[in-house]
C-alpha cells in the first residue's frame, strides 16, 4: 500500500492512475483495510517503479513472485 501511494501514485498522469482501483474491504472480524486492483498496465507500472529498488532483497524477491503471479492472471502476455 505505501509504495503504491508514496512511490508510484504521485508520479502518475490522472489517466494512469485509473488503473489502480482503491477500495475499502472487510476482514471477517468486520475491519477496514484498502485494497488496491490493477490491471496488468498497474502492474507493469508497479514492477517498472519497483525495480529501481531492487538491490533489496526483500523487494528483488517480490519482484520475482509479482512476475510469477502475472502470468498466471494475465497468461496471454507471458
Do not use: W
Amino acid at each position: 500500500m505505501n509504495r503504491i501511494e508514496e512511490m508510484i501514485l504521485p508520479r502518475l498522469d490522472e489517466q494512469s492512475k485509473r488503473f489502480f482501483r482503491m477500495e475499502v474491504e472487510r476482514t471477517a472480524q468486520h475491519r477496514r483495510y484498502k485494497v488496491y486492483y490493477m490491471n496488468k498496465a498497474a502492474c507493469d507500472l508497479y514492477l517498472a517503479e519497483i525495480e529501481t529498488h531492487k538491490k533489496y532483497v526483500n523487494i528483488a524477491g517480490g519482484i520475482v513472485k509479482m512476475r510469477e503471479l502475472m502470468k498466471t492472471v494475465f497468461p496471454s502476455c507471458g
